[in-house]
């Protein structure tokens, strides 16, 4: 089992690459880059890529409107070639706010699009023809009659340090999930609970790796939360912990999409806490937040992130691993991250 960490995109960047310097001599093994609306992800890549030798270091995420497919599999060879072949393509759909609102792009057919983009860059690194598709979400070269008339196919120049670039798709829901465990090589789901999560997903994952080509070997899953290892933190001061995520738990669960249209409020749904997802949603909808997150139930905290004495993290390790979890994601809370993932390494290795 495999550890990772995301970088958070608000701020502070050069202060968190060089903790990943230390970090990735802990045991760390992925650190993950998200774009959102902030600066790219690619660039800190390159960063990253520079001063590190060993992490594997992905896009959490980029979306698949704001970049052409080429220039999608162009800038992941890119990173795969300045990292010596550590880079990971996670991609996603993103929303309409930052799409539509931000880009200037028309939100149009998410999960036909990705797919799109995951067989268009194969194609590129493969290099095995000229790039020629003509799909239902872009067309490359364009078709007749639309244009200039003067596009042709082309190849990569360069040959790729890597022919297979492992792809994540950061899927949600339904449809979505299912194409992700049949084309993708991992997957990047929110909100896991390993007891619970074939409530939510487990009939589309099964109908999706019923389909895989078995060439693809297994699909990787990367799940977790927050990361705090002591002894002394059971009862009411692993609560204390656990409460920091109440606020973002709730505002996704109240506060994303409208009433009937929000998914994380149908995850709570799925995972049994029906009550909770409609007092949750009520509350927060009508501005009393610290309610709502209140509201959210202690057991879900609990069983997604990883708080408590090593004994205890342990056995939720293996609760983690036999869900099919094969990336551990955490965010180490607490002044000394470094000693959290040392100490979360050994457990992982002992397990």
Known sequence: MKLSMGIN????FKEAAQRVVELEKAGLDQVWVAEAYSFDAISQIGYLAAITDRVEIGTGIINVYSRTAALTAMTAAGCDYVSDGRFVLGIGASGPQVIEGFHGVKYEKPMQRIKEYIEACRMIWKREEKFDYQGQTFQAPLPPGEGTGLGKPLKLIN???RSEIPIWWASLKGLSVTATAEIADGWLPIMFIPEKFQNVWGAQLKAGLAKRDPSRGRLDISAGGMLAIGEDLVGDKQK???DFARP???LYVG???ARGKNFYNDICRDYGYEQE???IQDLYLDGRKD????RVPGEWLELSNLVGPASYIKERVGAFKEAGVTVLSVNPVGPDAVKQIEVLR???DDA
């Open 248 to 250: 973002h738990t709730a």
């Open 346 to 348: 050994a457990i992982v």
């Open 159 to 161: 040959h790729p340090v």
């Open 240 to 242: 204390a912990i656990l």
């Open 255 to 257: 506060g994303m999409g």
């Open 9 to 12: 995109y608000s701020g502070g």
């Open 291 to 294: 309610e709502a997150a209140a």
């Open 277 to 279: 997802a409609v007092d």
